[in-house]
């Protein structure tokens, strides 16, 4: 029961108290995982703090409503990116209001969403739900979606497992059924120095590097001409690849000992998510390292996995996705290019969809901010949640 001297936060409001908290994903996201536990406590809302080993993040995972029924996870990631070396007109934590729009870091990715959930808290916990509704928060999301998992883990153990989940990440509130899985590699290649008028005592890292991109692009080439069978993405229905970034070499009359690139695949949902990596390994073993060795005893090629998400396997017809379409008035579903949590719940037999306030758009950029109706749409579509579980 709430007592009368509570204190209740307006979506917006809220959207302001998270924003404040810098929980850039390097930093502890506990101050605020406690102020959300604090604040669904004083409506009679237990919560479940989950920690990491280092005890400095927290998953946090809270149940509204019977246990015996299934229920629906409102899902979302409580980190944000870091701000440096961004260009900033104001303070990013600070939610600053101009005209139709507020800006700060997280208002978009993905905290106003996290935000609206936990200000209609207390109007869940009022409604008389037929079946719960469970707010699942979780960290390290922007690092490769390395919290959630075991929150996830609780949620599937449950007696009764949630018949659907629905993840907050900027969807401007359309229904997103379907994402691709991202996958980031970096490679370093060693080769030899030498003088570069002696190329028969040098490895050159560099050239191997080339090789090794000018593979990827054919292979972009091929999946590009393959397309998608399945027919589930509007746009960009391939698996896709790209190399962001390369370093290497010393001077121009050295060959270059090492060389590093990071590159990355998003591929179908559905699809063999290793096809690539495992052709990437192979062509690098057997094609370019014999080369390399030839002339270097010590050169390598090394691969390691930055980041890895889950695509998102387009569910149609799932309850997820009904329930979704329903709440936002949505006529159908339609897909997005970015990775997500997703993924993981429906991997554990949760059917998930995405949808949440806020454009991708601005995502990750200087002076990310959200349109204040995002925020309306997501406070009625929750509104519209609130009478699906209890109808009148
Ligand atoms: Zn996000």
Redesign the pocket.
Known sequence: MAKANVTRYQPIAMIERFIAFDTTSRNSNLPLIHFVQDYLSQFGIKSDVITDKSGQKANLLARIGPADKPGIVLS??TDTVPVEDQNWSTDPFKLIKNGGRLYGRGTS??KSFLAICTALAPEFAEAKLSAPVYLAMSYD??LGCLGVPSMIAKLAELPVKPAACIVG??SEMQVLMAHKGVNVFETTITGREAHSSQTDQGASAIAAAAELISFLNRLADEMRERGDPTKVFERDGYTSINVGLIQGGTALNIIPRTCKFVWEYRHLPGTDGKEIITRFRQFSETEILPKLKAKADDAAIETTTVIHYEGLRPEPGSFAEALALKCSGMARPTTAA?G?EAGLFQDVGIPTVVCGPGSIAQ?HRPDEFIEKTQVEQCTQFLRRLIQELAPA
């Open positions: 979302g990631h990715d993905m999301e922007e990440e900027p970015f997500t995502a």
